[in-house]
Every structure is written in structure tokens, then in C-alpha cells.
T-cell receptor, first 114, second 109 residues
Framework: NAGVTQTPKFRVLKTGQSMTLLCAQD?????MYWYRQDPGMGLRLIHY???????AKGEVPDGYNVSRLKKQNFLLGLESAAPSQTSVYFC?????????????FGAGSRLTVL | GQNIDQPTEMTATEGAIVQINCTYQ??????LFWYQQHAGEAPTFLSY??LDGLEEKGRFSSFLSRSKGYSYLLLKELQMKDSASYLC??????????WGAGTKLIIKP
């Protein structure tokens, strides 16, 4: 099993460019999440999805859009990249969102916006 | 607001014991998690506490006191491979995870 796969792993963008990060999971998980991780800060939730065709905003959604057209895929889009979006992005998934559920994370995507 | 506090960095010696503390102030409580994250890699699950007390799993143990808003992760018989960041996260009343900034643990021979 691949688990959670993120592509690309690295990307450099210029301000104003757009791009999409892809997250794919093969565990039949219902819940999927996009986080960003910045130095000195905890993981911050950008958007999440509780099932195919549904998405919801997290703590820091501005400047990002998401789609969950297929259960196994969760896409994160940046329409007009800004230097403040330079970060490491992690996708995570879990079967259900009960108290004890454990998140499975992808390896991360490092994005630099110049 | 909601807050998770952990020390930024700790140093310990191979073979020794280290305790990483986590204090939290959240809107409700539905469990506390510890994750390990090696540099440049994804976080991986270590432990989960929802009731007060100690949970032991091999060399790693995690303790929770809900009344004090406090947890610690205890690592015994430290190995070089334990050099990593340790992330504390609390699930609040809305089942949203609130993450601490992580504690970078450096193991010296």
C-alpha cells in the first residue's frame, strides 16, 4: 500500500502563478485534510473534506481552493501564489473522525513562492 | 483562544531518559495525541490519551492530566534515531485538532 501520496514534492513559483497540489490515498479513507507547516508554528488546517464531493474551510483557508471529486483524491489549488504561501504542505487522511482516529500523513510538498 | 505549549528544543544523551512536556488550553477536550516527525518527513502517530494516567508503549510512554491541562511524553533508553520533532495535538470540542509547534529533540552520543 502506498498510503498517502503527494505530488509534487518540491515546487518553486513566481508571485501570481497558479498551481495544484495533488493528494491521493489508497486506504478508502473518508476524511482528508490539507495542512501547512511553518517554522515555529503548529500545523495549521487549510481545508478539509468529510467525503467525496464535500469540502470545508479550516483555520487558514484564504488564498486556497480545494476539490474532492473522487474519494481517493484531494486537490489543493493556489490561484495566485503569494510569498506568504511559501511553506511545507501536508495532506492527511483518516477513516472516520472519531476521538481516537489517527491521521496518516503524506510526505509533504515544499512550496517556495518568489 | 486555544493554545498548545511545548518547549522548542531539548537535548539528551543516548541511553538516557527524556520527558517532553505539553500544556494546553482548548475549548473542550476529546483526546491528546503525540506524533513524531523526523526532519523532512511526515508526522507519524506515537500515542493517544483521553483518560488521565499513563499509557506505555515500549520505550515510549505518555501521561495525561485533564484537570491540569498537561501531558508529557517519556522516552526511555534513547537511541540516535529518536532525534526528531515531537508534536503534541489536542482534539477540541468540535473534534478539530489543535497542534503545538513541536519540540525538537537532539540526541548526543
Amino acid at each position: 500500500n502506498a498510503g498517502v501520496t503527494q505530488t509534487p514534492k518540491f515546487r518553486v513559483l513566481k508571485t501570481g502563478q497558479s498551481m495544484t497540489l495533488l493528494c491521493a490515498q489508497d486506504m478508502n479513507h473518508e476524511y482528508m485534510y490539507w495542512y501547512r507547516q511553518d517554522p515555529g508554528m503548529g500545523l495549521r488546517l487549510i481545508h478539509y473534506s468529510v467525503g467525496e464531493g464535500t469540502t470545508a474551510k479550516g483555520e487558514v483557508p484564504d488564498g486556497y481552493n480545494v476539490s474532492r471529486l473522487k474519494k481517493q483524491n484531494f486537490l489543493l489549488g493556489l490561484e495566485s501564489a503569494a510569498p506568504s504561501q511559501t511553506s511545507v504542505y501536508f495532506c492527511a487522511s483518516t477513516l472516520i473522525d472519531s476521538g481516537a482516529n489517527v491521521l496518516t500523513f503524506g510526505a509533504g510538498s515544499r512550496l517556495t513562492v518568489l | 483562544g486555544q493554545n498548545i505549549d511545548q518547549p522548542t528544543e531539548m537535548t539528551a544523551t543516548e541511553g538516557a531518559i527524556v520527558q517532553i512536556n505539553c500544556t494546553y488550553q482548548t475549548s473542550g477536550f476529546n483526546g491528546l495525541f503525540w506524533y513524531q516527525q523526523h526532519a523532512g518527513e511526515a508526522p507519524t502517530f506515537l500515542s493517544y490519551n483521553v483518560l488521565d494516567g499513563l499509557e506505555e508503549k515500549g520505550r515510549f510512554s505518555s501521561f495525561l492530566s485533564r484537570s491540569k491541562g498537561y501531558s508529557y511524553l517519556l522516552l526511555k533508553e534513547l537511541q540516535m534515531k529518536d532525534s526528531a520533532s515531537y508534536l503534541c495535538a489536542v482534539k477540541d470540542s468540535n473534534y478539530q485538532l489543535i497542534w503545538g509547534a513541536g519540540t525538537k529533540l537532539i540526541i548526543k552520543p
